[in-house]
């Protein structure tokens, strides 16, 4: 499975942008996709997941009501747009593949299979 994120860029506050992450190979069955952030010197944060065939979702607080995830089965992409953007927002974006069933792990990093590159988003006051 491969997976290439891309969208990022330099934007200045209350932007939006829309991040996409392109899958390859796999079957996607009973996958989910997710999205992370990192910023240098923290951990990896979750974001946003979408289960591929159910579609359902679920986002993180943080980002709750700003962020959005979802996706295109036929081009098996999925996407993250993201309003009203904040400077806290700045960071590299990966999005991942977990092959886990189990919802309530699906905010750990651990449990995702494979990670595209990673995209970066830069928010400026």
């Known amino acids: 499975v491969q997976l290439q994120a891309s969208g990022g860029g330099l934007v200045q506050a209350g932007d939006s942008l829309r991040l996409s992450c392109a899958a390859s190979?796999?079957?996607?069955?009973?996958?989910?996709l997710g999205w992370f952030r990192r910023v240098p010197g923290k951990e990896r944060e979750f974001i946003a997941f979408i289960r591929w065939d159910s579609g359902s979702t679920l986002h993180a607080d943080s980002v709750t009501g700003r962020f959005t995830i979802s996706k295109d089965s036929a081009t098996k992409t999925a996407y993250l747009q993201m309003n009203s953007l904040k400077p806290e927002d700045t960071a590299v974006y990966f999005c991942?593949?977990?092959?886990?069933?189990?919802?309530?792990?699906?905010?750990?990093?651990?449990?995702?299979?494979?990670w595209g590159q990673g995209t970066l988003v830069t928010v400026s006051s």
């Open positions: 190979g796999g079957t996607f069955n009973g996958w989910t």
């Open positions: 991942a593949i977990s092959r886990q069933t189990i919802s309530s792990v699906l905010r750990n990093q651990i449990y995702y299979d494979y």
